[in-house]
Nanobody, 129 residues
Framework: QVELVQSGGGLVQSGGSLRLSCAAS????????IGWFRQAPGKDREFVVT???????????VYADSVKGRFTISKGNAKNTVDLQMNSLTPEDTAVYYCAASLRTWGPPLRSQYEYDYWGQGTQVTVSS
C-alpha cells in the first residue's frame, strides 16, 4: 500500500511555469511505475507522462505528444518524491493534475488510468491567457 500526496500547482499566466510534486508514504517508489494524468472540466482523464521508477536510468519517460518538450518528470530532492516541471504553459494545460502509481513494472508504457493502483489527491493548475 502506498499513499500519494501532491503539492504545487496554482495559477500562472500563459507561457509561465509550474512545478508539481508527488510524495509517496507507506512504501517506497522502488517497485512502481509512476504516472501523471490530468483532467480538464467536462473531459476524460488524460495521460501526461509515465516512467518506471526502478529503471529510471534505463527507461526513458514516455510523454504525451501534447506535453512533449515542455514537461519534464524527475525524481525529487526529497526521498520518494517525483516532480513534474511544466514549462511554456498554455490555457489548454488547465486541469486537475494527478500523480499515480502502478504495481505493474513490465511491458509497454502505461498510458491508461485503469492500469494504476494508487492516486494522489489531485492539484489544480490554471493557466490564464
Amino acid at each position: 500500500q502506498v499513499e500519494l500526496v501532491q503539492s504545487g500547482g496554482g495559477l500562472v499566466q500563459s507561457g509561465g511555469s509550474l512545478r508539481l510534486s508527488c510524495a509517496a508514504s507507506g512504501r517506497t517508489f522502488g517497485n512502481y511505475t509512476i504516472g501523471w494524468f490530468r483532467q480538464a472540466p467536462g473531459k476524460d482523464r488524460e495521460f501526461v507522462v509515465t516512467v518506471m521508477w526502478y529503471g529510471w536510468n534505463g527507461d526513458m519517460p514516455v510523454y504525451a505528444d501534447s506535453v512533449k518538450g515542455r514537461f519534464t518528470i524527475s525524481k525529487g530532492n526529497a526521498k520518494n518524491t517525483v516532480d513534474l516541471q511544466m514549462n511554456s504553459l498554455t490555457p489548454e494545460d488547465t486541469a486537475v493534475y494527478y500523480c499515480a502509481a502502478s504495481l505493474r513494472t513490465w511491458g509497454p508504457p502505461l498510458r491508461s488510468q485503469y492500469e494504476y493502483d494508487y492516486w494522489g489527491q489531485g492539484t489544480q493548475v490554471t493557466v490564464s491567457s
